[in-house]
């Protein structure tokens, strides 16, 4: 199982990003997938969740309205579209395997988002 995080970057507040992860090893169409965020000095924070068809979507209270989750199953990708971007969004952003903390088996090595002026 491989999972391929990329797209992150440093954007000035309320500018734009679009994550996308990579999946490999598994057949990605069978399983929930997930964002997770980790910032420096704390532990990690779910984002957001899909489930294995995309037509269920979840998000942070903190990310509502300025992130949406996707994904293409025939290409095996996972993606994060990042609006408005907050000071407060400045993290390592990896996605996961899985639907809640408790259940991931798989994280990718994260993309490094840093929101500035």
């Known amino acids: 199982v491989q999972l391929v995080e990329s797209g992150g970057g440093r954007v000035q507040p309320g500018g734009s990003l679009r994550l996308s992860c990579a999946a490999s090893?598994?057949?990605?169409?069978?399983?929930?997938m997930s964002w997770v965020r980790q910032a420096p000095g704390k532990g990690p924070e779910w984002v957001s969740n899909i489930n294995t068809g995309g037509g269920s979507t979840f998000y942070a209270d903190s990310v509502k309205g300025r992130f949406t989750i996707s994904r293409d199953n025939a290409k095996n990708m996972l993606y994060l579209q990042m609006n408005s971007l907050k000071p407060e969004d400045t993290a390592l952003y990896h996605c996961a395997r899985g639907w809640a903390v408790y259940e991931y088996d798989y994280w990718g090595q994260g993309t490094q988002v840093t929101v500035s002026s």
């Open positions: 090893g598994f057949t990605f169409s069978s399983y929930d």
